[in-house]
């Protein structure tokens, strides 16, 4: 198979005279000839999947890339496969020899070893749990696959593996130091099928991460913005990733993250509403108001991140708590346990208190009476478990 990530600046250097007998079995073929990597990559991040967007689309793990300036993080997507009957084997990063390499993925009639990494999402580390051919069409567990309201109608329920539909472990890596797996029999006997390498797509869809300054660890620090896509070229599923990073950095305030969240709760039930009434479809028109009205959303995240309206609680213990709720909501939104909706109420309360915490402070010359602290640290109780109940669906 030709090395396809090497026109993608994705380039190891690692002899094989350097790789130990044991960690031979791990090599696929076509391992990129260039500058080594001799740092760990970050931790994959945790996400929700987009619905599919339509029948006949599989599902391509996020992955961290490697560029001129460092890690940079591959949105999953949506794709559709090049022909009738293979699987996507995801790639993988394999630390040898005392520098990571990157094991290409590839399209084939079987999954192959991608390095025991747990991408969630029916690659829970070892095959593919998310469906199957059956004859010339894909048939999709839709207890790992979120194939949306009537959008797909080809699916059956294995709920067996539900344990593998999310990222338990995070390390992103096989070998020292990460997830110290090796090939099945059946991997081995995959790994030496004929192999289909990545569609013009997905090579343009790896083509803008890395070009994507945003995408970037040194930019995002592990939370990029933009971790999952429905499909290439298709809408981004980054508003509520963009939210919590406001949430967590201090940009947005709660205010301004209560506004952003009414707004993505009601798009999200016009969406829903529509969907109900066209058998689970979006027409055309619908789903050109839907995108202008996601890219109002996105001017407004912007504008909200950068205008001079910041969240900085002080450091006090009343401000500490503040700050920790906002950082367990921006940690609900990232991993999809709390909804766009539960996401605003419990910021209007946030706002609520802040506007007390601001009036009590003005009217004592910038302190808090025993009083006062008091009867703000009971909201803050309330807010707390408003969202441990949100998170956990009570």
Not at 352 to 361: G, H
Request: glycine residues 14%; aromatic residues 10%; proline residues 5%.
């Amino acid at each position: 198979m030709k090395n396809f990530l090497c026109r993608q600046s994705f380039v190891i250097l690692l002899a094989l005279s350097m790789i130990p007998a044991a960690a031979m079995a791990q090599v696929s073929v076509g391992i990129g000839i260039g500058v080594a990597i001799h740092t760990a990559p970050p931790p994959l991040p945790v996400y929700v999947q987009p619905p599919i967007p339509g029948d006949g689309y599989m599902w391509t793990p996020g992955y961290w890339g490697w560029g001129a300036a460092g890690y940079y993080w591959v949105p999953g997507v949506w794709v559709r496969p090049p022909m009738v009957g293979v699987l996507w084997t995801p790639g993988y990063l394999g630390f040898a020899g005392g520098a990571y390499g990157w094991h290409p993925g590839y399209w084939g009639p079987h999954i192959g070893f991608y390095g025991g990494v747990n991408y969630g999402f029916g690659y829970g580390g070892v095959g593919f749990v998310g469906g199957a051919w059956h004859g010339g069409a894909f048939a999709y567990n839709s207890a790992v696959m979120n194939v949306g309201a009537g959008v797909v109608h080809n699916t059956y329920i294995d709920r067996t593996v539900i344990n593998n539909n999310t990222v338990i472990n995070r390390t992103s890596f096989n070998g020292a130091g990460g997830v110290m797996a090796r090939p099945t029999g059946m991997e081995q006997t995959a790994m030496n099928e004929h192999h289909f390498e990545p569609t013009g797509e997905q090579t343009q869809h790896f083509n803008a991460a890395a070009q994507d300054p945003g995408q970037r660890f040194s930019a995002n620090g592990g939370h990029p913005g933009n971790v999952a896509m429905d499909s290439v070229n298709g809408r981004r599923y980054n508003q509520q990733g963009r939210i919590a990073n406001g949430i967590r950095s201090g940009q947005l305030t709660a205010g301004e993250s209560k506004n952003l969240e009414n707004r993505e709760a009601g798009l999200n039930q016009e969406i829903h509403n529509d969907r109900q009434a066209n058998g689970g479809r979006l027409t055309p028109q619908e789903r050109q108001q839907v995108n202008r009205q996601q890219n109002n959303m996105s001017r407004s995240i912007y504008d909200d991140k950068h205008n001079d309206q910041t969240a900085h609680y002080g450091n006090n213990e009343v401000g500490q708590r503040r700050y920790n709720q906002q950082q367990r909501i921006a940690n609900g939104l990232n991993n999809g346990s709390m909804s766009a909706g539960q996401a605003g109420r419990v910021e209007q309360r946030e706002q609520n208190i802040n506007r007390s915490d601001a009036a009590d402070r003005r009217a004592n010359g910038g302190r808090l009476t025993p009083q006062e602290r008091q009867n703000l640290n009971r909201r803050q109780n309330g807010a707390s478990r408003q969202i441990y109940n949100d998170k956990h669906g009570k």
